[in-house]
Nanobody
């Protein structure tokens, strides 16, 4: 049974920072790429960031480039999303997900396991 558990969400002021963590179990963590997605009320879940299994490749949606950093620690089976210079439009539930063997960076349907999500609220 694969489990992904997010933590680190909360309330931040615009311009502030939060660091999300995603602890994985039940799968060989370092064999799979990981992604972060988010979903705001009334909107579809959207891609935020991706990191390859080795950590050697990362991708971001344009609106978070230069502000968010995805990383992973394979020894700790944990992925991270460092979010700086937060904006009210970053408010959403953030989900980590494990990308399957037929991984497509931006296609959420290719991510086979998901966490329960953590709320991030940014006030202006």
């Amino acid at each position: 049974q694969v489990q992904l558990v997010e933590s680190g969400g909360g309330l931040a002021q615009a311009g502030g920072s939060l660091r999300l963590s995603c602890a994985a179990s039940g799968r060989t963590f370092n064999a799979y790429s990981m992604g972060w997605f988010r979903q705001a009320p009334g909107k579809e879940r959207e891609f935020v960031a991706f990191i390859s299994w080795s950590g050697g490749s990362t991708y971001y949606r344009d609106s978070v480039k230069g502000r968010f950093t995805i990383s992973r620690d394979n020894a700790k089976n944990t992925a991270y999303l460092q979010m700086n210079s937060l904006k009210p439009e970053d408010t959403a539930v953030y989900y980590c997900a494990s990308c399957g063997r037929d991984c497509r960076v931006y296609d959420r349907n290719k991510y086979d396991y998901w966490g329960q999500g953590t709320q991030v609220t940014v006030s202006s």
